[in-house]
């Protein structure tokens, strides 16, 4: 966008996301003033569950980040304190 001098809030562009996948790009790209959205895909659960399993599929990624997106959840719940960090 840079590049094309277009302005990071321009109404034509969004970037899009699935709600649960990589939260932190779409936070960290909301963050720097760029307009996002997450999308939620509904119906009955025989005709979505293909769909979500495919995009699971797609994206190679999504097991290595399990434990990123764990980590970074509790870190913003510990930076609101929201709930009390558990120590072991």
Do not use: W
């Not at 997450?38 to 995009?55: M, T, W």
């Amino acid at each position: 966008m840079e590049k094309y001098k277009i302005d990071r809030q321009d109404k034509r562009i969004f970037a899009a996301q699935l709600l649960g996948m990589s939260d932190h790009i779409t936070y960290n790209l909301a963050h720097n003033g760029y307009n996002v959205v997450k999308y939620v895909p509904y119906g009955p659960v025989k005709e979505v569950l293909p769909y979500l399993l495919r995009r699971a599929q797609e994206n190679t990624s999504v097991a290595g980040q399990t434990s990123r997106e764990l980590s970074l959840i509790i870190k913003e719940k510990e930076r609101r304190k929201l709930y009390p960090m558990v120590v072991k």
